[in-house]
């Protein structure tokens, strides 16, 4: 398929562990987002990037929160220390462009932190 | 501060025409206006969007405001299928996201 992939669909980690979910964007597609959903609730933006520009980090909760982009492809976000408040769906999406192009989302991984 | 506001919930009868509407009165000129639904358990799947003049496509119509404060979604006729959340998005400079209005179609 050419859509934007995501894995793992279902991560269950103990608080205080580190968890990495990762992102396949669509080929070509120069612009990646992370967004979080908690239960029940509205997109939250998180992280974008974009060709090789410095990302846009403002919406990481913590600095507990990271992400990379490597080759301008796939993208690892990382979570450390895991909390409970940190669990959540988290999705992917890319786009060719930033303000006035289609983003694609992917299917999303749901991490639950006991 | 909210950057952009949304009803909570809306409901329509299938068949009508459904009007969504989204407040983003701080919206800057360089801002495009997004539309996004989400079905239960699915991922966000894009709409519409657009800048200044009004949009249409085989989804849905975009109309926005001149003063580009406000814009609505117009769904011509509500079929069960596009119960959903709907996400108004400014995307530009920052990203401002709406809470989404669930919308209930009634048969």
């Known amino acids: 398929g050419a859509g934007v992939s995501q894995s793992p669909s279902n991560k269950v980690t103990e608080k205080g562990k580190d968890v990495e979910l990762r992102c396949d964007p669509i080929s070509g597609h120069t612009a990646l987002y992370w967004y979080r959903q908690s239960l029940g609730q509205g997109l939250e933006f998180l992280i974008y990037?974009?060709?090789?520009?410095?990302?846009?980090k403002s919406g990481l909760p913590s600095d507990r929160f990271s992400a990379e982009r490597t080759g301008g492809s796939v993208s690892t976000l990382t979570i450390q220390r895991t909390q409970q408040e940190d669990s959540a769906v988290y999705l992917c999406?890319?786009?060719?462009?930033?303000?006035?192009?289609?983003?694609?989302f992917g299917p999303g991984t749901r991490l639950t932190v006991l | 501060d909210a950057k952009t506001t949304q009803p909570n919930s809306m409901e329509s009868n299938e068949e009508e025409p459904v009007h969504l509407p989204c407040n983003h009165s701080?919206?800057?000129?360089?801002?495009?206006i997004h539309w996004y639904r989400q079905l239960p358990s699915q991922g966000p799947e894009y709409v519409i969007h657009g800048l200044t003049s009004n949009v249409n496509n085989r989804m849905a119509s975009l109309a926005i405001a001149e003063d580009r404060k406000s814009s609505t979604l117009i769904l011509h006729r509500a079929t069960l299928r596009d119960a959903a959340v709907y996400y108004c998005?400014?995307?530009?400079?920052?990203?401002?996201f709406g809470t989404g209005t669930s919308l209930t179609v009634i048969p």
């Open positions: 999406a890319s786009s060719f462009q930033r303000e006035r192009d289609t983003q694609y």
């Open positions: 701080t919206i800057s000129g360089t801002d495009y």
């Open positions: 990037f974009q060709g090789n520009s410095a990302p846009d």
């Open positions: 998005i400014l995307i530009g400079n920052q990203f401002y």
